[in-house]
Structure formats: C-alpha cells, structure tokens
C-alpha cells in the first residue's frame, strides 16, 4: 500500500524531472533562446544525465512531501466538513473548504519542501559535463555537498533561501489544485461511486496545469531567490526581485517555463493522484 503510493511518486518524478531541470534553466539563466535550445545545448555539453540533475534528493523526500501534503488536506478537510473520504464521494464537500485545506497543506508543506527543492535547484542549474579525472570540479559535487556547503558559506537560514516565495507559490495554487481536482472527479463521476482510474488520471492532470498556470510567475521568482546569494546578494527580498525581473525583462519573464511546467503538470499530477487515490481506498 505504502510502497505503492511511494513508487508511483518516484515514477512521477523521474517522468517530470527533466522538463523541470528545462524550466528551471529557463527561468534562472539568460543562455538559452528557448525551450528547444535548452534541451539540445544540455544534451550537447551534458549528455542525457544532464536533464537528471539534482533528483536525487526529491526522490528521497517525496514520500514524506507527498505525505505531509495530503496528509494535512486530508485531516483538514475532515475537521471542516466531518466528512470522511468515502462520504465526500457522495456529497462533495463546498468549495471554500476544499480550497482552505488544500492551502493549508500548501503552507505546512513549505517547512518540509523548501531546503530539497534548494538543492535541487542549485544542482539542476550546474551546467559542467560530467566530470572527467583531473577536469575542473563543480562547485556541488552532489546532494549533500551543497546541503553542507550551503549551510557553511550562508548559515542555516540560506538552506531556507526562497521559501517565502515558495510558500506564496503553494498556498493559493494548491487550493486550486484541489478544487479542480475534486471538482472534475464529482462533476465525472456517477452519484455514489467512487471516480475510475481513468477520471482520476485526467482530473489529476488536469488539477496539475491549473495550479502550474497559476503558479509560474511565483515559480520563476522562487527559483531566481534560491540562486541569489550564490556568488553575490542581488535581491533584497521577494518584493524586490519581482520589481528587478520586471525592469530587466519586462512582463513576459513571469512566464518563463509556462509552456513546460503545464505539459510536465499533467503526467506527473496524473500519477500522484492515482496513488492517492489507491491509498484512501486501501485504508477504507
């Protein structure tokens, strides 16, 4: 049941994993003319293990990520409407409460996401080949290296670089995460029954690029604050690298990454769903 659940996270993982080293290239770094650029450059200077860059700490964390959030959506949602999972399947639960649990696991789930997804933040923008004996060195020689370098060059605090525009990021979209996702399942699905395979795969995908449409302008400013202090402090605070980006690049940067985070978001919302999905009834 468990193990399930945690495979079929992994599998989402690996699957959006590099459209999200694309996207987070995109958004960081001013080398690349666009998607398809990108993709061929890293294939070019860095072979297909390029695209896998720092993954391997979301795969350790996201079982407990993934738990955290639905979790307290979950719990939340049940001291709001006293419903249980199997009873909000025959009366959907209004769509203020749904939309205020699913903040709400956006909020608590900040605590827990925001130094893995430094990390792999920080890793996914390292752009060296892989290394060769006697070649330069990148500055992070893996996963525990930057967390250790990090935490010596910028304290503790720097491990939490960006998780103010992390947590504006998650709290409305995963609200609206939910609320697509619980909408589309009740509005599909015949009064009593609990929704397909197939409905909860095209809810869950369709639940991932609403919030990833939402979510992509405080995406970008969240990935440019988790580079910033990297050599030098550019950014004074999240205020201050929205008015920066917008001076620099004008509007259109806030939308860097929309194309990709949108055809990442349904796959691997698809799939997290489905395990979610799996587990509630094998509790049940």
Known sequence: MKEGRNTAGALGLVLGHPFDTVKVRLQTQSTYRGIMDCIVKTYRHESLLGFF????FPLVSIA?????LFGVYSNVLLALTAMSHQE????LPSYTHVFIAGCTGGVIQTFFLAPFDL???RLQN???PRVQPGGPQPRYRGPVHCAATIFREEGPRGLFRGAWALMLRDTPTLGLYFVTYEGFCHQNTPHGQNPSSATVLVAGGFAGI??????????VIKSRMQMDGLRRREYQGVLDCVVSSFRQEGLRVFFRGLTINSARGFPVNAVTFLSYEYLLHSWG
């Open 53 to 56: 860059k720092g993954m391997s």
């Open 64 to 68: 407990v990520v993934n738990s955290v």
């Open 88 to 91: 909000r399947r025959t009366q």
């Open 119 to 121: 990390i792999k933040v």
């Open 126 to 128: 390292q752009t060296e």
């Open 210 to 219: 609403a919030s990833w449409v939402a979510a992509t302008p405080l995406d």
